[in-house]
């Protein structure tokens, strides 16, 4: 009795070869700039929990910032913050029904890439 419709789809499971729009990687690294902002969080609040405990606890959090590898990871979590904050305001903004046709999303898209950019440039110097 059912009548099932088989339909003959193609199947690309290469990923090196799907190529996506630069709105869909704008969203999709807003996702995950996220989690890192999420995840670094519980790192700030312990690193600020032992610098306000005592002095050597200061010391300890002082003398880990000193370190390129310490740096790194704050200039990383940074960049993800200010990444998130931009794109998070096209998202708002595209919410109250802007920048929502394919040419301006894409347009707003890549300027927030600039932006992001900038930011991180910054915050490589405030860092370093």
């Given at each position: 009795?059912?009548?099932?419709?088989?339909?003959?789809?193609?199947?690309?499971?290469?990923?090196?070869?799907?190529?996506?729009?630069?709105?869909?990687?704008?969203?999709?690294?807003?996702?995950?700039s996220g989690v890192i902002v999420?995840?670094?969080?519980?790192?700030?609040?312990?690193?600020?929990?032992?610098?306000?405990?005592?002095?050597?606890?200061?010391?300890?959090?002082?003398?880990?910032?000193?370190?390129?590898?310490?740096?790194?990871?704050?200039?990383?979590?940074?960049?993800?913050?200010?990444?998130?904050?931009?794109?998070?305001?096209?998202?708002?903004?595209?919410?109250?029904?802007?920048?929502?046709?394919?040419?301006s999303g894409t347009q707003s898209?890549?300027?927030?890439?600039?932006?992001?950019?900038?930011?991180?440039?910054?915050?490589?110097?405030?860092?370093?």
């Amino acid at each position: 009795m059912g009548n099932t419709v088989k339909k003959q789809r193609p199947v690309n499971l290469d990923l090196q070869t799907i190529r996506f729009p630069v709105t869909a990687i704008a969203s999709i690294l807003h996702r995950v700039s996220g989690v890192i902002v999420y995840v670094s969080l519980a790192i700030l609040l312990a690193l600020l929990a032992e610098s306000l405990g005592s002095k050597e606890g200061f010391d300890n959090v002082a003398s880990l910032a000193d370190s390129f590898l310490i740096k790194f990871v704050l200039w990383g979590i940074l960049t993800a913050l200010a990444y998130h904050i931009v794109v998070g305001i096209r998202h708002m903004i595209m919410d109250l029904g802007y920048w929502e046709e394919l040419e301006s999303g894409t347009q707003s898209a890549k300027v927030s890439f600039v932006i992001a950019i900038i930011l991180s440039l910054l915050a490589g110097i405030l860092v370093w």
